[in-house]
């Protein structure tokens, strides 16, 4: 039987997965790290922290000497490193893609109009989140960087590069086209990095990595005398789409990580909506492009995180459960979900967070509950968007290691009333790499049967509050923001 190697680089951790060709985990290691916080806004990680525990997780899962055909990667998307062509160190921490410290530089390009050239090029929206101005403070703020990099002797990598050139024996510098499509220098048209916007941000091409498929080759893993050629490369977002099985039009998956990202295949087409929702590569895949629209909600998993490690209100993320009133009610208290600021659809990276509403009868079921239906309402904002725009919402599939807690999943369906289906295998960013590299291998997307474990339905009771209850929460976030010059 033969198995596949998945690598999924997240931003809480690093994970190894070795598939068998049923698609079933065969064995799994999971390796968290640290994160950095040095100045408000500010994400960081260190580079040797996420080689380091990615090799470790796969060292964990090799050992069993199960002969392995391919691998794939999925990674965090956007976070940014570079790194010496001489020596192949990095030169600067990892920035992480919720990192804000660059949002006077994308006020400034809005302000000066760049908007819609960014966005007919690359389908985003102006933001910190994005590679590009990361790159360029990298550039403009460590000593020696930008004659360097004129001298073409540095290199630019999401992680997935960094992994590749670090860990395979050509030590290529390649990424694929959906991490690209995250860097806002990547043209979705023409799929090729864009010269005026490497201009615009003062970007060598020379530092930028070679784009192919997703299922193309990126070259041979070396570790533990073992050689294993990677053949899928797909950022965690769009692996997740794939994992799901979401090939066709109007397909819906959304994943509950570290941020929630919901995302719709348009197929061929690339659609634009206005409203702060962002046109990016689904996958391509034996030779053909899928588009997405995405809304990208920055804070969600890290929320259960904070009420855990600094309001200590639980010791384990499993055991918010408890605390969450499966009703809904939060006795009027409501959270504003923006330690990064907020991503889809307000894009407002001054924005803080905060709760409202709270009397002395609060307590903490009712900060608890609050939070999880801030991730519930951010969701909603979305599915509003997309209907409003004629894309139908039918049903979601939802991955992501929240999806875990069945009162969370239970909340979302009531609170968008739609059916909500959850694979067996909720680890659909690792799946969706080893079913890259299967394709690559020459696995017929049409032989994929994806399991379901479970379905939500709706309950249609609790319409009229969650209606009038979404509402209040709206209001409280446009009133913060009214009040942010
Ligand atoms: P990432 O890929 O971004 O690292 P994961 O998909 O592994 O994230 O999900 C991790 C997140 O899920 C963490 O932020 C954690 O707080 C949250 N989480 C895990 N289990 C639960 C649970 N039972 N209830 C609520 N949140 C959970």
Same mark, same amino acid.
């Given at each position: 039987?033969?198995?596949?190697?998945?690598?999924?680089?997240?931003?809480?951790?690093?994970?190894?997965?070795?598939?068998?060709?049923?698609?079933?985990?065969?064995?799994?290691?999971?390796?968290?790290?640290?994160?950095?916080?040095?100045?408000?806004?500010?994400?960081?990680?260190?580079?040797?922290?996420?080689?380091?525990?990615?090799?470790?997780?796969?060292?964990?899962?090799?050992?069993?000497?199960?002969?392995?055909?391919?691998?794939?990667?999925?990674?965090?998307?956007?976070?940014?490193?570079?790194?010496? $062509?001489?020596?192949? !160190?990095?030169?600067?921490?990892?920035?992480?893609?919720?990192? $804000?410290?660059?949002?006077?530089?994308?006020?400034?390009?809005?302000?000066?109009?760049?908007?819609?050239?960014?966005?007919?090029?690359?389908?985003?929206?102006?933001?910190?989140?994005?590679?590009?101005?990361?790159?360029? /403070?990298?550039?403009?703020?460590?000593?020696?960087?930008?004659?360097?990099?004129?001298?073409?002797?540095?290199?630019?990598?999401?992680?997935?590069?960094?992994?590749?050139?670090?860990?395979?024996?050509?030590?290529?510098?390649?990424?694929?086209?959906?991490?690209?499509?995250?860097?806002?220098?990547?043209?979705?048209?023409?799929?090729? /990095?864009?010269?005026?916007?490497?201009?615009?941000?003062?970007?060598?091409?020379?530092?930028?990595?070679?784009?192919?498929?997703?299922?193309?080759?990126?070259?041979?893993?070396?570790?533990?005398?073992?050689?294993?050629?990677?053949?899928?490369?797909?950022?965690?977002?769009?692996?997740?789409?794939?994992?799901?099985?979401?090939?066709?039009?109007?397909?819906?998956?959304?994943?509950?990580?570290?941020?929630?990202?919901?995302?719709?295949?348009?197929?061929?087409?690339?659609?634009?909506? !206005?409203?702060?929702?962002?046109?990016?590569?689904?996958?391509?895949?034996?030779?053909?492009?899928?588009?997405?629209?995405?809304?990208?909600?920055?804070?969600?998993?890290?929320?259960?995180?904070?009420? $855990?490690?600094?309001?200590?209100?639980?010791?384990?993320?499993?055991?918010?459960?408890?605390?969450?009133?499966?009703?809904?009610?939060?006795?009027?208290?409501?959270?504003?979900?923006?330690?990064?600021?907020?991503?889809?659809?307000?894009?407002?990276?001054?924005?803080?967070?905060?709760?409202?509403?709270?009397?002395?009868?609060?307590?903490?079921?009712?900060?608890?509950?609050?939070?999880?239906?801030?991730?519930?309402?951010?969701?909603?904002?979305?599915?509003?968007?997309?209907?409003?725009?004629?894309?139908?919402?039918?049903?979601?599939?939802?991955?992501?290691?929240?999806?875990?807690?069945?009162?969370?999943?239970?909340?979302?369906?009531?609170?968008?009333?739609?059916?909500?289906?959850?694979?067996?295998?909720?680890?659909?960013?690792?799946?969706?790499?080893?079913?890259?590299?299967?394709?690559?291998?020459?696995?017929?997307?049409?032989?994929?049967?994806?399991?379901?474990?479970?379905?939500? $339905?709706?309950?249609?009771?609790?319409?009229?509050?969650?209606?009038?209850?979404?509402?209040?929460?709206?209001?409280?976030?446009?009133?913060?923001?009214?009040?942010?010059?």
């Amino acid at each position: 039987m033969s198995n596949f190697l998945a690598i999924d680089q997240g931003t809480t951790s690093s994970r190894a997965i070795v598939f068998n060709s049923q698609l079933s985990a065969v064995v799994d290691s999971q390796k968290e790290y640290k994160l950095s916080y040095p100045n408000d806004g500010w994400v960081e990680a260190d580079p040797a922290d996420i080689l380091n525990t990615v090799k470790e997780t796969v060292s964990n899962v090799l050992k069993y000497d199960n002969p392995i055909n391919a691998c794939g990667i999925t990674n965090q998307r956007e976070s940014t490193i570079v790194w010496s $062509r001489e020596t192949g !160190e990095p030169i600067y921490p990892v920035i992480i893609w919720q990192d $804000r410290r660059t949002h006077q530089l994308c006020k400034e390009l809005k302000e000066s109009g760049y908007e819609k050239i960014v966005r007919d090029k690359t389908g985003l929206v102006i933001d910190p989140y994005f590679s590009a101005t990361k790159i360029k /403070w990298i550039l403009d703020n460590v000593s020696g960087a930008r004659d360097l990099a004129d001298d073409g002797k540095l290199m630019f990598g999401t992680i997935d590069s960094f992994l590749i050139y670090s860990m395979t024996k050509e030590k290529g510098h390649y990424t694929d086209v959906t991490n690209a499509s995250r860097t806002m220098l990547f043209n979705i048209n023409n799929m090729e /990095w864009d010269k005026d916007l490497l201009d615009l941000f003062n970007i060598p091409i020379s530092m930028m990595p070679h784009v192919q498929p997703c299922d193309g080759n990126f070259g041979t893993l070396d570790i533990d005398s073992k050689s294993i050629s990677i053949k899928g490369v797909v950022g965690d977002q769009q692996a997740a789409l794939v994992g799901q099985n979401c090939f066709n039009y109007g397909d819906i998956k959304s994943t509950y990580g570290t941020g929630c990202f919901l995302m719709v295949n348009t197929k061929e087409n690339i659609i634009t909506l !206005e409203e702060g929702l962002l046109t990016t590569v689904g996958y391509q895949l034996n030779n053909e492009v899928s588009y997405a629209i995405e809304g990208s909600i920055y804070s969600c998993g890290n929320i259960i995180q904070w009420l $855990r490690d600094k309001m200590k209100f639980f010791d384990n993320a499993k055991d918010s459960e408890v605390f969450l009133n499966g009703d809904g009610n939060s006795k009027n208290v409501h959270f504003l979900p923006a330690f990064n600021g907020l991503g889809a659809p307000y894009w407002n990276s001054d924005i803080r967070g905060g709760f409202y509403g709270i009397t002395q009868d609060s307590d903490n079921t009712d900060l608890i509950t609050a939070a999880f239906k801030s991730i519930c309402y951010q969701t909603k904002d979305i599915t509003d968007l997309l209907e409003k725009n004629n894309i139908k919402i039918n049903s979601l599939f939802i991955d992501g290691g929240m999806t875990a807690n069945k009162t969370f999943c239970q909340l979302l369906s009531n609170i968008l009333q739609v059916n909500i289906s959850m694979p067996e295998n909720i680890e659909s960013t690792a799946l969706g790499a080893c079913i890259v590299s299967q394709i690559a291998e020459g696995l017929p997307i049409d032989d994929l049967k994806l399991k379901l474990e479970r379905l939500y $339905r709706p309950d249609t009771a609790s319409i009229s509050f969650y209606e009038s209850d979404y509402l209040l929460w709206k209001e409280y976030i446009e009133r913060t923001i009214s009040t942010i010059k």
